[in-house]
């Protein structure tokens, strides 16, 4: 575990989530599980936690951070909301959907959340856990994956151990344990920045226009977190479409494809991102020199998760 601070796993009931909103309001930080991943929470509003955020992820002072809301009213605090994001919200939220906005001259966030952009990205997170804190600060809670940057994802409070915050809120395993559709709202137009739960045509449909896909590839400065193009790796090489065993490579199966744990024997996509990052998390720690990932499909939440494993595997290349 890095830092120099013991960590404390607590029980996410009333009493624990009383301590989280206390450390957060005296401008600590402390790790809050949501639907999608486990969050490193700090105060939006004071530029010290959020610092503190930055420091113990080892994040990239240009990736901005996602703003956590409870509603589509604290929404309205810190950004513009055109009619088609409304349409989004009424639908999506709470729910696994980011949206990049046009941030409110006005908005009470410091400027490292936003990165110095014109946007701000706002969730309203399906967790009650996650909502009783947002409720309990009384104001958006920054909240990126509580990792160390550009590493798996936690879906669970023990994957959090490396990061050096400490306070973990356990409330066990995330429900869909696969980062939040990212999805910049511009007028009449819409940018799939990164995919999630939510897939473009689900997105379209209920908002009535087409949703564009941004283009691939590593951004100087990224107009949305978690849109870095080498990220989510693990500390062992990764292999994609891999259809056999193989002496010293960990194979994550799919489907027919049966490995040394499989990501969901009947096929289903959800089920698999439910699965993904524990079950890297468990192929880097198995003793095996490389990792394998079954086919997936790219339907539904298998584009997130092919997503996910491309830029893992791009990181894993890059590693000396």
């Given at each position: 575990?890095?830092?120099?601070?013991?960590?404390?796993?607590?029980?996410?009931?009333?009493?624990?989530?009383?301590?989280?909103?206390?450390?957060?309001?005296?401008?600590?930080?402390?790790?809050?599980p949501t639907e999608t991943v486990y969050g490193l929470a700090a105060d939006a509003a004071n530029p010290a936690a959020v610092a503190r955020v930055f420091r113990a992820k080892g994040r990239p002072a240009a990736n901005p951070l996602i703003v956590h809301v409870a509603n589509r009213e604290m929404a309205a605090r810190y950004a513009e909301i055109p009619p088609l994001a409304d349409r989004l919200m009424a639908r999506f939220w709470p729910g696994p959907l980011t949206l990049v906005l046009p941030r409110r001259a006005d908005a009470p966030l410091t400027g490292a959340v936003t990165a110095g952009l014109p946007t701000v990205a706002l969730r309203a997170p399906d967790h009650p856990v996650m909502q009783a804190v947002i409720r309990g600060l009384g104001r958006?809670?920054?909240?990126?994956?509580?990792?160390?940057?550009?590493?798996?994802?936690?879906?669970?409070?023990?994957?959090?151990?490396?990061?050096?915050?400490?306070?973990?809120?356990?409330?066990?395993?995330?429900r869909l344990g696969l980062e939040s559709s990212v999805v910049k709202v511009e007028e009449d137009r819409l940018v799939l920045l990164r995919p999630g739960s939510l897939d473009s045509a689900t997105l379209a449909e209920a908002a009535g226009v087409p949703v564009e896909l941004a283009g691939a590839g590593a951004k100087e400065a990224p107009e949305a977190p978690g849109t870095a193009f080498r990220h989510y790796a693990p500390r062992l090489p990764l292999d994609l479409d891999v259809t056999e065993a193989a002496a010293g490579r960990f194979l994550l199966g799919f489907g027919p494809v049966p490995g040394d744990l499989n990501l969901s024997p009947a096929g289903d996509v959800a089920?698999?991102?439910?699965?993904?990052?524990?079950?890297?998390?468990?192929?880097?720690?198995?003793?095996?020199?490389?990792?394998?990932?079954?086919?997936?499909?790219?339907?539904?939440?298998?584009?997130?998760?092919?997503?996910?494993?491309?830029?893992?595997?791009a990181a894993s290349r890059d590693r000396p």
């Open positions: 575990m890095g830092g120099t601070r013991p960590q404390r796993r607590i029980a996410a009931d009333d009493r624990g989530i009383a301590e989280v909103v206390r450390q957060l309001k005296a401008g600590g930080i402390a790790a809050v958006g809670v920054a909240a990126p994956s509580a990792n160390v940057s550009g590493r798996l994802s936690p879906t669970r409070p023990e994957h959090v151990a490396e990061l050096a915050v400490p306070l973990v809120l356990d409330a066990g395993p995330c089920e698999a991102a439910a699965n993904l990052f524990a079950a890297l998390y468990r192929a880097e720690t198995s003793g095996a020199e490389r990792i394998g990932v079954a086919p997936i499909p790219a339907e539904g939440a298998g584009i997130a998760i092919r997503d996910r494993l491309q830029r893992a595997a």
